[in-house]
């Protein structure tokens, strides 16, 4: 049995590759001869299609499983986009108030024997721009950290996509594309026939 399933996987991987591939659309033929001349049992068989049919149904779930986080991060990634722009836009508009109130602080500076008028100007654009630096650094500090944020789901995102196109090509390749031609033997192999003279469908 052992030696029959290696055969029927061997089989599986030659049809798939590039080597057999023009082989494909015979392959319930072949089956039909490698069962005729006693090369494939037909426990063996169904047992064989059995897994195969479990293993597509495996694949299609971490498809599907990866396909749904893939959307996860592609959302996620669309909103610390969005986060990124609306921190530039104040970091740069903080900059733009830092420099003006760099500005008006420094021509507010007194000279000598100022004023009271002229003391409480200067104190009051030294504050604002105390109060404009703060918040200039503090948006440069929100950027960073959103910059970081999206760094980082950019790499799971990438990652993600990568393991999406692989597991499609795989879906769509291999075991999938293999039991898409080979269903017609298996099928008759596995059908519970009234009458046993019942004659093999045309698998040419």
Known sequence: AAGQLSLLKAFQSWLVSSQGANALVHSPKVMEVLYDVDLVEEEVALKYWTDLQAQ???EEAELAEQVAAHK???DEKAGLEEAVRVAEAEESDAA???KKAEETAQAARCGGNPSKDDEANEKAALSALKKCKDYYNQTGKVLAARSKNLMEVNIEYEASLVLV???TTRSQGGGALFAKHAA???????ADDEDEEDEKPDLD
Request: proline residues 5%; charged residues 15%; without cysteine.
């Open 56 to 58: 597509l149904v495996r």
């Open 72 to 74: 996860r991060l592609s």
């Open 96 to 98: 733009w108030y830092n």
């Open 165 to 167: 196109n692989q597991l």
């Open 184 to 190: 017609p033997f298996f099928e008759w192999l596995a």
